[in-house]
Nanobody, 123 residues
């Protein structure tokens, strides 16, 4: 099982990006999904999660006002809309899938991981 994260790139501070995540094979509409990020020299940190139905979301406090997680189950794709980007948002962003909701901030609760997409925010 492979997850493909895409949509990263170079953007100026204050700009926006939308990341996408889709499995390369299979349908994962019953899986909950999360986004994490890892900046150079730092640990991987939780950004947001969304339930399989899309009705429940969970955010890290620092991103709640600027980021929006969503999913389109018929398209088997999940998204992370990032607005008002800051240089400190620079990181590799990873999508991940899990079976059970809860402890969404804990990477060990996720079963499948994407390869990551790099987001670079210039000042």
């Amino acid at each position: 099982v492979q997850l493909q994260a895409s949509g990263g790139g170079l953007v100026q501070a204050g700009g926006s990006l939308r990341l996408s995540c889709a499995p390369s094979g299979g349908i994962f509409k019953d899986y909950h999904m999360g986004w994490f990020r890892q900046a150079p020299g730092k640990e991987r940190e939780f950004v947001a999660a969304i339930s399989w139905s899309g009705k429940t979301t969970d955010y890290a406090d620092s991103e709640k006002a600027r980021f929006t997680i969503s999913r389109d189950n018929p398209k088997n794709t999940q998204y992370l809309q990032m607005n008002s980007l800051k240089p400190e948002d620079t990181a590799v962003y990873y999508c991940a899938y899990k079976e059970r909701w809860g402890r969404n901030y804990d990477p060990s609760t996720y079963l499948y991981w994407g390869q990551g997409t790099l987001v670079t925010v210039s000042s």
